[in-house]
């Protein structure tokens, strides 16, 4: 059974009098472990892939389908947002991380949207910061713990927001531009740290421009105008 399953989605935004299609009757579906590259031209809808997928942006019409279950066009934002805690992880290209909390804070920081139910029945003794300094150590960060981000290079805050996608074992991460804003080095540290947890079974859904990153993918996805070319 598919991971994540789209079919014949269509996002519509207005623009003036008019309308822009951003999205134009796109299917696709992930399967649990792959690791998928979207890549196209700026404009092709790969943010607003990802934003759907993500939960983050809502369909105009078409099925989406998440582990099995259909995720309702109708579904209220707290409903899209236990969703989205239990099931996605996010890496942004720009990190994204609380600036006045220390790293293992920033990490922990997930788990505190973990609903109830989940946290009683997979994870009896839940503890934030030890999962937090398990995933932190993980990427290679054990020692810098009670640093500040503004105390971090750009790849190590980009490591650090890989430990926080983890934080709530999601069962896919998406990752967008994830070394946009890195130096090269560091950007192939990065993309070896996607690759390895892959390889451990992470799902594993990446937007970019780079042929070079995608080709660290199972799979690439193009988009040109709103469609799967």
């Known amino acids: 059974m598919p991971l994540i399953e789209l079919q014949h989605i269509t996002k519509t935004f207005e623009v003036g009098e008019g309308e822009f299609k951003a999205l134009d009757d796109v299917s696709l579906s992930i399967e649990p472990g792959e690791f998928v590259a979207i890549m196209g031209p700026s404009g092709s809808g790969k943010s607003t892939l990802m934003n759907i997928i993500g939960l983050l942006d ?8 998440l582990e099995g279950k259909p995720v309702s066009l109708k579904m209220s934002d707290r409903e899209q947002a236990r969703l989205r805690s239990e099931f996605i992880g996010f890496i942004f290209q720009n990190f994204n991380l609380l600036p006045n909390a220390d790293v293992i804070s920033n990490v922990a920081l997930p788990g505190m949207y973990l609903p109830a139910p989940r946290r009683s029945s997979e994870h009896p003794s839940y503890d ?6 398990e995933l932190l150590e993980k990427v290679g960060l054990g020692h810098r713990l ?18 926080r996608a ?3 074992n999601p069962k896919v991460v998406l990752a967008d531009e994830p070394t946009g804003n890195l130096d090269s080095k560091s950007g192939e540290e990065v993309i070896k740290i996607l690759a390895d947890l892959n390889r451990q079974g992470t799902t594993l859904l990446m937007v970019t421009h780079s042929e070079e990153l995608a080709s660290a993918a199972n799979r690439i996805i193009r ?3 709103g469609r799967i070319v």
């Open 128 to 133: 934030r910061k030890g999962r937090a300094k």
């Open 223 to 225: 988009l040109k105008d």
């Open 58 to 65: 809502r369909a105009t019409s078409g099925t989406y389908v």
């Open 146 to 163: 009670r640093y500040r981000p503004s105390k971090l290079s750009g790849g190590e805050k980009q490591r650090v927001a890989i430990a």
């Open 166 to 168: 983890l934080t709530n």
